[in-house]
């Protein structure tokens, strides 16, 4: 079956940046959306972030501005670079497509 393997995530200082970066394993044959949701400690989780297989990005209007998602359909991998991250985006982060789910990563924004 197809497996979703994260890495990227870590400590950063405010304003910082991450790149976050989820592969596939396997090949995914369907034209699914990318998405990545993260959940911090207390919260819901959330999508912060979508591609569709056409490269169209969308972002929820906590990290619009500051992060850009993208894919290589190619590689079956979807990134998450984020800038100028804040204490509040600290949070496990997940990659997202069709049925499967990576395994979180955690990001955490702190000085």
């Known amino acids: 079956q197809v497996q979703l393997v994260e890495s990227g995530g870590g400590l950063v200082q405010p304003g910082g940046s991450l790149r976050l970066s989820c592969a596939a394993s396997g090949t995914i044959f369907r034209f699914n959306d990318w998405d990545w949701y993260r959940q911090a400690p207390g919260k819901e989780r959330e999508l912060v972030a979508r591609v569709t297989f056409g490269g169209i990005a969308s972002y929820a209007d906590s990290v619009k501005g500051r992060f850009t998602i993208s894919r290589d359909n190619a590689k079956n991998t979807v990134y998450l670079q984020m800038n100028s991250l804040k204490p509040e985006d600290t949070a496990v982060y997940y990659c997202?497509?069709?049925?499967?789910w990576g395994q979180g990563t955690q990001v955490t924004v702190s000085s």
């Open positions: 997202h497509r069709g049925t499967y």
